[in-house]
Every structure is written in structure tokens, then in C-alpha cells.
């Protein structure tokens, strides 16, 4: 009778490791490595289920996606774990970390055949011969075209503007050190003046600038148009983002400075040592496939590289790409990422 | 000898678990520190400790996390008076809600915090935006609770008959609490403030996004070196750092805790209610209020804003998946798969945390044997202090091959969190747990009880209530780790802290708005959960 | 029967119990006497399997209990302050291990038990709510409750006042008598040892030095030491000694002699004679502290009616049943 009583909650404890637990749960079977295929990814990474779906059926492979980390933390995986790779295909390296993963040889070869207009996003020095571009996605400067139309204010178009006494303390950018767009701005900034780029930081944060730890921080916090409403009109962010900010009346009220931009490029690539090449190369092929790139906008918020994808429809109006970013070589960023930024954090924490 | 060997064989299995996943993996990441292209070459790594930047890091790391503690357990303590020995309507509501903060992916936290503090928030006047003061404040948020919990389990047990003693002498009220309550609560205010000072020392997210960016502190940095830079010797320099200073504060704050006499008597007198002389209770508990309440209280508004206006239109995007599919998944799946995850980790880190509790708080026949104890003891607590990053990049480097082949494992994300929330366990359950009287299990013993009759005769009827808070920690920590829970792989089944941080990183809204409201719908699922944790009884459990 | 053979017990290699022998009989009662820190409380706890043996053996019945368990030696242990579990009730406290062994008819043995220990009506009772002696007294019941074959009591009735440690003393051998119970009880009341046990073992700075038949141990206490602690005021040796044996009618071979407080009577014509040094009356009788002609302060009594004051010269006779004759130290 007693011992019946100590029996229930030991009994109710057996039970939530059967039933509402992970390991109780029916974990997915494990299937031999020649029928799955494995993509190592970063986190904001998405597609509709229904397009991973088509694939499975497509191309008989069950797909495993591993998806965690920034891809920052992606490629220094992908690094340390070159010997035996975390799966059979990796996206999300980007240009300004692809040259570190190249020279690593974390990559396996595999030139896919890229869609129209992906040519100008491949990576320079590797053409394509092993790295696929899958998206792209530029980090501009954003302002709240209202608020300056508010305050009678012209806005601001181009960096050297951003350093001008009419817009202290309007600007605010998440931190190099932290944050992707970040490094993205500091490159633009790196692109446009040189060696004289720490003095224009100096500027900057003198003119008023805040830094935050992410995007998120940025402009969802201190940006006038972000979800907190902020007190800043100009922000960093992306090329898209007017996008999303569309009123009522069908304008945005924000846009892109495309004078400041610096373009991201996102890769796909065969891992060196998959255990299933064949499946990591219909992956990427797949990643390539019109389906895909026209879904990337609505399910990761970048640009599709295949020229011929339509756009949705507030895409196609507001989120205007600039035709020539700052750009600074890949093989560059992988040589001074270290310097800079440790130069970048003592200046602007001066 | 064969005493030891027991408390070895007991302390095999969290032994086990904890070499397996801490252990190896920290070291192996240490090793490609200290091995350059296959050389030992410690001269990098003694290099990187000698750099004006980090001294300047391992400074500001000590401090804020020493100012972060001292907050808390100042706040926490009469806190837990209140909320533990004092009877007031909503007084369990009250303590469900406080554990809420450890649940909301520090993300969304610091977002709640900067539109409070930010120059556009309500008080955006203190100038504390980017401040030290707000990171300080911002430790105390997540981490008064653990102060709260852990000396209010402790107190409800004390005996209130020393402290009436010590009045009828004529001891006044704060006389009392400092010659006779405070003694008899060091253990568990030591345990509860070198939990918090570790929690402190390895926050991260609070430091960079309430600091703006101007502070760094040990974690950041090695966050910074290790994903950012693959600077993996001035990494393993930091850790090393961690390490030793972790060892340092455990040998002292072991120092601290032990007492001459242990033994708490058990009371189950029913707490009296509120009265005039409660006050510095009353006060802390307000403070505590407007720390833990004010964040979480612009989070249900910012919730609740659609448009210019106001409504439920977030949350029933939760549901329909929000405009262009923004969601992973439906919030109820993330939700699932988090409480799912939450059960796995809370029953390892019970079963880890109890065993290592009864092998530390056994009494010890000889010095080695103490020793030996202490050494567990203070083993279990690694794992709060090393980088998350570290763990995380070692279990990919070190667990890849049979038959630890463990790193696409979905066991690796419940060990990991039930890894940071061990010493939380066994610092909840230690101190009730040495508080027992031993002669007590010897009389259990002698009447023919064995080993589990004894623990169930004896320790259970003391243990049941810090157990209860030792889950209920275990599984606020696991709904809210974000840490390990996004670096490690995940399959397609994201947790709520995963979903969060995909809505609030992504521009427009809507997204925001259902960041914040899958926040909201968060922190009330830990809530509700902690309240019916708190209302289980299990009477014959300790009747026998 | 319980048999300790050679057994020592050392912590962190400092020695607590040291060689000791000891054998205990079925239905015999017997008290370790020794002051504390003599590691008879730790002897005690070797036997119920609380300590690990350094060397020697413990053994039931010719069975060696080294690899035994506490819970499965059959044995029980009553601490001195009762360890009742404070969230049972008294009932559920002495049917225990009643329970453990699903015994049948539990209450009524439990009920049984309670009449034993004269606390009927109890049953429902916490611990909190009873009085020391009302909690050894079930502390007593509970460790009776399935007939242990061996009874360790530590120090069971030290934690009372004094008037109701001899009433309880009483009881516990009659309760002990009636249930035929080997025990084996450390005590540093040798009043209270006196009472229960049969036999005594005494103990000090970890050895055995002395044990057998409780009167036969009382009357040749070991060395001056142990006739101390058996409650003799002092020990004579050397020519003090040979005086004293001479004046009760004893051989005088060079032994040294253990005196009560009432062996010299304050006597006329007795053979010893004596200055009062002080005089303190008692109900029964008055004590007096005597500078004996040859022996020296010694402590004599004198009948109520007679009144020696300090100063006075008397004489006085030796009982020679309140000597004991114990070999030098030297």
C-alpha cells in the first residue's frame, strides 16, 4: 500500500522520459550514410518544408540539417573539424570568411552549373570551382526617409555625410567585433578610405555614433522605425530591409543608402571527406534550382543570385540593390580580419 | 580504504558524464592551443596573458561579476525572508514569476532592458544606457533568483527556536539575524553567491548588449577570439584564466561554506504572516519587483502593440505562422520541443545532482576521504565557469569518434544545459542534504533499513523540498539556455529560445512583435510550470 | 554471542579503540564504562557496523560481520538523545522496522510495545510534543520492536536529569530482563551501569582494561585508575596504605588500596584515630574529610547522631567491603 504510493511519482517520472522527452521521443532512424544527406549550416537558415520535401523525393536522399551559429562560428567549424567533417555539405560561409575555409581546404571541388547572374557573385580566386554563390545580401546604411521629411532634415547619402555636425547622434551600427553586418560596415569603411579608415571611425563615433552588441540591437531598439521605436533615424542594416517597412499608404518609409553598402555572398560547397559526395552535390545543385532561390527572399530575407527569379512584390519596389558595393578581397579580409578588428575595438572604445 | 572506494563507485557515473563531456572536450580545445602544427608551444598562449587588453578584460570580468553577486545577495536574502518564511496571498505566484528571468534568451532581455534604459525608453534620463551599471543590473536580473531560491529553501528548514532563544536574551531583531540566522544560512548564501558570481563571470550576452560594446569580459572575448578569429591560443590562454581563477574561488568560497555544526533541525511550522518588522524583506522584495518586473512588464506591452495600436494580432500570428511564413516552425511545435528537451535535462541534472549532493555531504572518516570529497565537489562546479564556446567547439573536435562518435547526438543539447545546471542542483541539495543529522540515517540503518529505505526514511522527507526547487531550476535553465542550445547541431526541431532569436534578427514588425510575444509566451509557460512544481506534494513520499 | 577479537580503530592513523577483546553472551547485558574520549562510543559504533575495523574481528556466533551492513546485522541502536524520525509519529516510529519486515499484526505489537515502555495511548503523538524521557522511552520501544539479537545502547539515559536516570535506569533493566535482550550499552555513569548490566567492561584511552562480573570488577578494580572511575574516592599506596590494610584485619603485602567515602566510620576505641578537617551533614549520615595519624587526608562518615565538628579528634573503625585492594601503578 505505502510502497504503492512511492511507486507514483517514481512512475510519473518513467513516464516523462518515455513520453515527453527527446530521448523517449521517436527519434528520427538513422539511416546509412549513402541515403542521407547532411547539410551544415548556420542558424538563420530556412527553407519551406515543402521544397525539402521535393528534394527528398527527388533525389532519394533523406536530408539532415544541422543548423547552429553565425557564419563566423560555421566556417571555424567547418575548420577544426576538417579531418572529419560535420556532414557532407556546408552553406552559409560567406565572402568576407570563404578564403579562411578555401585555404583550410575544408572544401571538396564541385564547379555546379550556376544559374544566370550568379557568375558575378563567385568568389574571386576561386571562380566558382568550388564554392557555389547562393544568395546575396548588401549591408547598407538604412534611414527613416519620414523622420528626416518630419524634421525637414535632408538625409544623409553617403559615408562622408555620416561623419557631418546635421546628423550627430542620429547613427547607430551593431559592433564590428560582434556582429556580421558590423564586419560587413567595417569593410565598406575599409574599401572607401584605405589606410585613413581608423580616422574616419574616429569621426564617427565623436559625431555620436552608438555601437550595439547585433543587428537585433540596432534596429529593433534604437532605430525610429525599429519595433521598440528608437530615438536614432539612421541605422545599419541591409539592402532589403525597406522591404518591411512598408506603411499603409504602399510606400516604405525607409531606404537603403546605396553609396555605403557592402555586399554579402553567401556559398554552398561539398565538404572535403563527405561521406556522400553525390547527395552534397545535389544539394548544392538543388540550393541553385529556381524553386529555391525563389523562395530564399521570403525565408532567409536575401537576394536569389539567379538573375531570372521574380521578386516579391515589395522586394521588386523597395528593397533596391546597389550596383556597386565596396568591396574588399576576399584574401585580404582573411589576412587582416585580425588586425582590423582589434584596431576597430580600440578606436571606438576610446 | 573501502569507504573511498564506495564514494568513488557512487561518484562514478556523474564522474563518467562529466569526463566524457566537460572534461575532454575543454581539453581537447586547450590542447590546440597549447599544440601548434603538432608542437607544444606554450610560449603563444603565456604571450596572449600578458597583453594590457587582457588584464583589462580579466579586471573588468572580476569586478562586474563580484558587483553583479553582491547585488543579488543583497537583494536575494530578504527576499528570501518574505517569500519563504512570511505567509502573504500570491506569495507562490510571486516566487514562480521571480524564476521567469532565467528562462528569456538573453536577447530578448537585452532588448526589454534597452527599451527601458535606452535613450527613447522610460528611463532613457538615467543615462544608464551602455553603462556599467547596467550590465551590473542586468546580472542581477537573471541572477537574484538563484539567491532567492537557494537560501529560501534553506530557510524555510531552519529551526526558529535559536532565534527566539537569542530574543528572549534580548537580542534585537537585527542582532538576532546577524549572531544567530546568519550563521546558520552562510552555507546556502556562500553556495547560492559562488553559483551567481560564475553565472556573473561567464554572462555574455548582458555584457555586450547592455554594455555597448565598450566592456568585455573573459567569455566575450573568447567568443570573440574563437569564432571570429579562430585565435585558438590566446582562447586557451582565457580559459586557462577561467579555469584557475574558478579553482581559486571554490577553494574559498569551500572555506566559507563549511560550519561546525550542520545539522538543521527541521521545522514545519506554518510561517507567520507579514507583519511591520518585515520591512527590509518588504523592500527587497519590491526592488526585486521592479529589477526582474519592469523588463519583463515592456516585454508584454511591446507584445501587445500591433500597428499604432493595440491588440492580440502577435500572438495569433504565433499560431498561423505570421505574415511570409516567418516562423521555423509553429511557435506550439518550439514550444514542445523546448519543454521536451527541458524534461530530459532537468532529470539528468536531478540524478547527477543528487548522487554528487549525497557523495559530497556524506560525513568523512579520514582526510583523504575529505579531501576526496572536496575535490567532487568542487569538480562539478567546472563546468558553470568554462566558456560555452569552448565546450561547444570541444565536443565537435573531441567527440567524433566511436564510441563517443556523440556530436549529431539529440542528447547533446539536454547533457549540455543539464551540465550548467548541475552545480545549481547540488548547491540546492547539498546544503539540506548535510544538514541531516547523520546519527539519523544510523538509526534507520540499525533497524534493518537499507541504503534506499534510509535515504527515502530520512533524507527524502528533508530533501523534498529543495529537490523540487533543484528541478525547477534545472528546467528553467534548459527552457532558456541559449548558449549551447544554438551552437550545438539542432535538427528541424528549433527550441523557443532558437525561434526567438530568428524573429527578433530579422527586420519588419510583425517580427518583432511575435518575438516578443513568443517571449511572453515563454516566460508564462515557465511560470506556470514553476507554480505547479511548487504546488506538487508528495506527502507519503515522506511518510514512510 | 558477540565476540570482539583484537579489534582496533584508527582515524587518519590516530588510534581510537586499541586491541580490545570483548565477549558478550545470549541475554546478558553489558556496560562499557569509560569516561569520554576512551572510544567506547567508537567500539560501539564498530559493532553496529558504523566504523571500519583497522585490525581484529567482530563476529556473531562464530560469523565474521566484517562484510555485514549495518541493516543487515539484525542489530539496533539507540542513540542518547532517541534520533526519533521527527515526521513520523510515535506509533509509526516504533513500528518502523516492523514495517520493513511487513511484519503481520503490526499495530498490536506496536501498542505492545508502547504498554512496555508505560507510554500507552501515545501512538499518535510527534516526537516534537513528548518529553526526553518520553523519547527515549520510545526510542527504546522502536529498537525492541523486532527483537534484536543484539541491543547497542550509546549512552541512553545520560541526556535526562538526574531523579528520572534512576527511575529509567530501573525500568530499562526490567525491560531488558522481561524481553531477554543481549545488549550492549556504553555508559560513563557507573550508577547507571551498575543498574542495567550484568557484566562491565571499562575502557580508557582506547584499551580495555578491565572486564567480568559486575561485583567482582567493582570489588578489585584493575590499577588506582580504574577504581577512580568506579566511583572510589582514593586511592592509598605505600606506607598509607599498609596502615589502613592493618587497621581493617587485611594482609599488608605492598599493594595499594582503593578507599569509598564511607569506609572509615567514625567509631569509639577504633583503631585508627584522626583529626576533622571539615564535616558536612546529609540527610543519611555526615560526611567528614579526616587527617588520619599515619595516612593522611582521607574521607570517613559519621552517624547522624554524633557531631564531629572541624578540629575534633576521633577514632574510627575500616569496613573493609568498602576497600579494594588493587595492584600498585608502579
Not at chain 1, 521598440?228 to 525607409?254: C, E, Q
Not at chain 2, 521592479?290 to 502577435?314: E, H, K, M, R, Y
Not at chain 2, 498561423?320 to 514550444?335: H, I, K
Not at chain 2, 576521504?369 to 564556446?389: I, N, T, Y
Amino acid at each position: 500500500m505505502r510502497s504503492v504510493r512511492v511507486l507514483v511519482p517514481l512512475m510519473a517520472l518513467a513516464l516523462s522520459t518515455t513520453a515527453c522527452s527527446v530521448i523517449g521521443g521517436d527519434s528520427s532512424s538513422e539511416k546509412p550514410a549513402s541515403d542521407r544527406v547532411v547539410l551544415v549550416t548556420h542558424e538563420s537558415f530556412a527553407l519551406p518544408k515543402e521544397l525539402t520535401r521535393k528534394f527528398e523525393k527527388e533525389s532519394g536522399y533523406d536530408l539532415v540539417v544541422r543548423a547552429s551559429g553565425d557564419a563566423g562560428a560555421l566556417t571555424n567549424k567547418l575548420v577544426l573539424t576538417k579531418d572529419d567533417p560535420l556532414g557532407d555539405v556546408s552553406f552559409g560561409v560567406d565572402n568576407t570568411f570563404a578564403s579562411r575555409a578555401l585555404d583550410e581546404g575544408v572544401f571538396a571541388p564541385y564547379a555546379a552549373a550556376l544559374p544566370d547572374g550568379a557568375d558575378r557573385f563567385v568568389l574571386a580566386g576561386d571562380d566558382g570551382k568550388t564554392l557555389a554563390p547562393v544568395d546575396s545580401a548588401s549591408v547598407c546604411v538604412n534611414v527613416d526617409d519620414a523622420w528626416f521629411a518630419d524634421k525637414g532634415v535632408a538625409p544623409p547619402t553617403t559615408l562622408d555625410d555620416l561623419v557631418k555636425p546635421a546628423y550627430r547622434g542620429l547613427f547607430v551600427t551593431s559592433g564590428a567585433a560582434t556582429s556580421s553586418p558590423g564586419m560587413a560596415f567595417l569593410l565598406a569603411t575599409i574599401a572607401r578610405y584605405g589606410d585613413d579608415w581608423p580616422a574616419y571611425w574616429t569621426r564617427l563615433m565623436a559625431n555620436g555614433t552608438q555601437l550595439t552588441d547585433g543587428w537585433s540591437d540596432a534596429y529593433q531598439v534604437d532605430f525610429t522605425q525599429g519595433g521598440g521605436k528608437g530615438k536614432r533615424p539612421i541605422v545599419l542594416s541591409y539592402d532589403s530591409s525597406p522591404a518591411f517597412t512598408v506603411g499603409d499608404d504602399g510606400t516604405s518609409t525607409t531606404s537603403a543608402l546605396l553609396d555605403t553598402c557592402f555586399r554579402q555572398v553567401e556559398y554552398a560547397g561539398v565538404l572535403a571527406g563527405a561521406d556522400n559526395p553525390q547527395g552534397a552535390k545535389a544539394l548544392v545543385d538543388f540550393l541553385l534550382s529556381p524553386e529555391v532561390q525563389a523562395a530564399l527572399p521570403d525565408s532567409m530575407y536575401v537576394f536569389p543570385v539567379d538573375s531570372s527569379v521574380e521578386l516579391p512584390a515589395d522586394w521588386s519596389a523597395f528593397a533596391k540593390q546597389p550596383t556597386d558595393p565596396w568591396q574588399v578581397d576576399p584574401a585580404d579580409i582573411a589576412e587582416h580580419r585580425d588586425e582590423w578588428l582589434r584596431e576597430w575595438s580600440d578606436v571606438t572604445s576610446r | 580504504m573501502r569507504r573511498i572506494l564506495a564514494l568513488v563507485g557512487l561518484a562514478a557515473v556523474p564522474l563518467a558524464v562529466l569526463g566524457v563531456f566537460f572534461v575532454l572536450p575543454v581539453s581537447g580545445m586547450l590542447s590546440e592551443g597549447f599544440w601548434v602544427d603538432g608542437r607544444f608551444d606554450p610560449g603563444a598562449v603565456a604571450d596572449v596573458l600578458t597583453r594590457p587588453r587582457t588584464l583589462r578584460v580579466i579586471w573588468f570580468t572580476l569586478w562586474s561579476a563580484l558587483a553583479g553577486t553582491t547585488v543579488s545577495v543583497l537583494l536575494g536574502v530578504p527576499a528570501a525572508h518574505l517569500l519563504h518564511r512570511r505567509r502573504f496571498h500570491g506569495r507562490g505566484v510571486l516566487r514562480a514569476l521571480l524564476l521567469v528571468p532565467f528562462v528569456l534568451p538573453t536577447v530578448v532581455v537585452g532588448v526589454a532592458f534597452r527599451e527601458l534604459i535606452g535613450e527613447a525608453g522610460p528611463l532613457g534620463f538615467l543615462g544608464f544606457d551602455g553603462s556599467a551599471g547596467a550590465i551590473v543590473a542586468g546580472l542581477a536580473f537573471f541572477n537574484v533568483a538563484v539567491v532567492i531560491r537557494a537560501v529560501g529553501a534553506a530557510w524555510e528548514s531552519l529551526d526558529p527556536r535559536p532565534a527566539e532563544a537569542a530574543a528572549a536574551l534580548g537580542a534585537s531583531p537585527a542582532q538576532v539575524f546577524r549572531t544567530v540566522t546568519l550563521p546558520a544560512l552562510r552555507p546556502a548564501i556562500v553556495s547560492a553567491a559562488s553559483v551567481v558570481f560564475l553565472f556573473c563571470a561567464t554572462a555574455f550576452g548582458v555584457v555586450l548588449t547592455l554594455g555597448g560594446l565598450r566592456y568585455s569580459s573573459i567569455e566575450t572575448e573568447i567568443y570573440l577570439l574563437t569564432t571570429n578569429l579562430l585565435d585558438l591560443q590566446a582562447a586557451a590562454a582565457l580559459s586557462i584564466v577561467q579555469l584557475v581563477a574558478i579553482t581559486a574561488l571554490l577553494v574559498v568560497t569551500s572555506r566559507l561554506r563549511a560550519v561546525a555544526d550542520p545539522r538543521l533541525a527541521r521545522t514545519t511550522a506554518r510561517p507567520p504572516r507579514v507583519s511591520v518588522g518585515d520591512w527590509p524583506g518588504v523592500l527587497a522584495t519590491v526592488l526585486v519587483g521592479v529589477l526582474v518586473g519592469l523588463p519583463i512588464a515592456a516585454l508584454v506591452v511591446g507584445s501587445l502593440q500591433v500597428g499604432d495600436g493595440w491588440g492580440l494580432g502577435n500572438y495569433r500570428a504565433l499560431t498561423t505562422g505570421g505574415s511570409r511564413d516567418a516562423l521555423l516552425v509553429p511557435v506550439t511545435d518550439a514550444l514542445v520541443t523546448s519543454l521536451r528537451t527541458a524534461v530530459d535535462a532537468t532529470w539528468m541534472a536531478l540524478s547527477l545532482g543528487l548522487l554528487v549532493a549525497v557523495v559530497v555531504t556524506r560525513r568523512s572518516h579520514t582526510r583523504a576521504e575529505r579531501r576526496v570529497r572536496g575535490l567532487l565537489d568542487g569538480l562539478f562546479m567546472l563546468p558553470l565557469g568554462v566558456s560555452a564556446v569552448t565546450l561547444g567547439f570541444g565536443f565537435l573536435i573531441t567527440l567524433d569518434e566511436p564510441p563517443l562518435d556523440l556530436r549529431d547526438s539529440l542528447l547533446l543539447v539536454p547533457i549540455a544545459q543539464a551540465l550548467v545546471a548541475l552545480p545549481l542542483v547540488v548547491r540546492t541539495l547539498a546544503p539540506a542534504l548535510g544538514g541531516v543529522d547523520d546519527r539519523q540515517r544510523q538509526a534507520a540503518a540499525s533497524l534493518g533499513a537499507g541504503p534506499l529505505r534510509t535515504f527515502a526514511t530520512v533524507d527524502l522527507p528533508v530533501m523534498w523540498k529543495p529537490l523540487l526547487a533543484a528541478a525547477g531550476f534545472a528546467f528553467a535553465v534548459s527552457l532558456g539556455e541559449f548558449g549551447a542550445t544554438s551552437f550545438l547541431a539542432r535538427d528541424e526541431s528549433p527550441t523557443m529560445p532558437i525561434v526567438i532569436f530568428h524573429l527578433i534578427g530579422h527586420p519588419g514588425a510583425m517580427n518583432y512583435g511575435m518575438a516578443l510575444a513568443a517571449s511572453v509566451v515563454l516566460a508564462a509557460t515557465t511560470a506556470v510550470v514553476m507554480l505547479a512544481v511548487e504546488r506538487l506534494r508528495v506527502p507519503s513520499l515522506g511518510a514512510f | 554471542m558477540l565476540t570482539l577479537d583484537g579489534v582496533s580503530i584508527a582515524y587518519d592513523g590516530v588510534p581510537a579503540v586499541i586491541d580490545a577483546s570483548l565477549r558478550l553472551e545470549d541475554g546478558e547485558v553489558l556496560a562499557v564504562l569509560g569516561p569520554s574520549g576512551s572510544g567506547k562510543s567508537t567500539l560501539l559504533r564498530a559493532v553496529a557496523g558504523l566504523e571500519p575495523v583497522t585490525t581484529g574481528r567482530i563476529a556473531w556466533d562464530d560469523g565474521d560481520l566484517a562484510g555485514v551492513p549495518t541493516h543487515k546485522r539484525g542489530f539496533a541502536l539507540m542513540f542518547q538523545d532517541g534520533q526519533l524520525f521527527g515526521h513520523l509519529t510515535v506509533a509509526r516510529n516504533v513500528g518502523y522496522a516492523l514495517r520493513l519486515r511487513r511484519t503481520p499484526n503490526a499495530a498490536a505489537r506496536v501498542r505492545e510495545l508502547l504498554e512496555l515502555v508505560g507510554l500507552e495511548g501515545y501512538g499518535d503523538r510527534l516526537p516534537a510534543t513528548l518529553s526526553g524521557g518520553e523519547r527515549q522511552r520510545v526510542a527504546l520501544a522502536r529498537s525492541l520492536a523486532v527483537q534484536p539479537r543484539l541491543l547497542l545502547l550509546d549512552e541512553p539515559l545520560s541526556a535526562l536529569d538526574a531523579g528520572l536516570r534512576e527511575r529509567l535506569a530501573n525500568d530499562l533493566r526490567d525491560i531488558l530482563r522481561a524481553a531477554g535482550t543481549t545488549a550492549l550499552m556504553v555508559t560513563h555513569d557507573q550508577e547507571e551501569a551498575f543498574t542495567v548490566a550484568d557484566r562491565l567492561a571499562v575502557m580508557r584511552a582506547g584499551r580495555i582494561v578491565q572486564q567480568g562480573d559486575i561485583a567482582a570488577v567493582w570489588r578489585a578494580p584493575a590499577d588506582p585508575e580504574t577504581a577512580l572511575f568506579l566511583g572510589y574516592a582514593r586511592v592509598l599506596e605505600g606506607e598509607s596504605a599498609g596502615t589502613l590494610l592493618r587497621a581493617a584485619g587485611l594482609p599488608d603485602d605492598d599493594a595499594a588500596v582503593a578507599v569509598r567515602r564511607s569506609a572509615l566510620v567514625v567509631a569509639d576505641a577504633g583503631p585508627l584515630a584522626g583529626v576533622v578537617v571539615s564535616a558536612r551533614v546529609t540527610p543519611e549520615l555526615i560526611r567528614l574529610v579526616v587527617e588520619v595519624d599515619g595516612i593522611g587526608a582521607v574521607d570517613a562518615v559519621a552517624r547522624l547522631d554524633t557531631h564531629p565538628a572541624a578540629g575534633d579528634r576521633v577514632s574510627m573503625v575500616v569496613d573493609a567491603s568498602r576497600l579494594a585492594v588493587t595492584p600498585t601503578t608502579s
